[in-house]
């Protein structure tokens, strides 16, 4: 079985734009619940940009 790394590259997307939009995490929600799992690598991405949230380097968004 072959990994996408697909949440890493929603996590990127979010750090790029320094915004947390409700696209991008219903999107990584999606992901985590179609693969059942999370790699050690997506698991990175997505403490990174808890991290980063945390300092406020990323701003969540909320929907309108």
Request: charged letters at 35%.
């Given at each position: 079985m072959?990994?996408?790394y697909s949440i890493r590259h929603l996590v990127e997307?979010?750090?790029?734009i320094k915004q947390l939009t409700p696209d991008i995490?219903?999107?990584i929600n999606y992901e985590l619940t179609r693969l059942g799992y999370?790699?050690?690598i997506?698991?990175?991405?997505?403490e990174l940009l808890m991290d980063e949230m945390d300092a406020g380097?990323?701003?969540l968004v909320s929907s309108r």
């Open positions: 072959q990994a996408t997307k979010a750090l790029y995490e219903n999107e999370i790699s050690d997506d698991y990175e991405a997505l380097r990323v701003q």
